[in-house]
């Protein structure tokens, strides 16, 4: 069995954990304010596809054909395409308010 040096298992741990808090910070919440970004030219089908699982539309995104939406995430999930992502939306990233499109 082969080991790593010594030396490589800092930064290794580095990469490792700068990767997980990317990911945690971008994983869309179970419901609330969320970024759908659509990975083609075809942003009407992500607005379609949100739409008919019941979420409500707040904006465009900061990526081009991107847009904010507020919703559940296990409705709107399965109505959008393949090539959508969908992340979480941070206001500072998104120019959201905090307030804005909560239901009460």
Do not use: E
């Given at each position: 069995?082969k080991f790593?040096p010594?030396w490589?298992l800092?930064?290794?741990?580095?990469?490792?954990?700068?990767?997980?808090?990317?990911?945690?910070t971008?994983?869309p919440p179970?419901?609330g304010?969320?970024?759908?970004?659509?990975?083609?030219?075809?942003?009407?089908?992500?607005?379609?596809?949100a739409l008919?699982?019941?979420?409500a539309?707040?904006?465009?995104g900061?990526?081009p054909?991107?847009l904010?939406?507020?919703?559940?995430?296990a409705?709107?999930?399965?109505?959008?395409?393949?090539?959508?992502?969908?992340?979480?939306?941070?206001?500072?990233?998104?120019g959201?308010?905090?307030?804005?499109?909560?239901?009460?």
């Amino acid at each position: 069995m082969k080991f790593l040096p010594s030396w490589m298992l800092i930064p290794a741990q580095i990469a490792t954990a700068t990767f997980g808090l990317v990911v945690l910070t971008m994983w869309p919440p179970a419901s609330g304010s969320m970024l759908v970004v659509p990975l083609g030219q075809d942003s009407g089908a992500a607005v379609q596809g949100a739409l008919a699982g019941g979420a409500a539309l707040l904006g465009t995104g900061p990526f081009p054909g991107s847009l904010v939406i507020v919703g559940d995430r296990a409705r709107i999930a399965p109505r959008v395409a393949w090539n959508v992502v969908i992340m979480a939306a941070p206001p500072a990233g998104c120019g959201v308010d905090g307030g804005a499109g909560k239901r009460a």
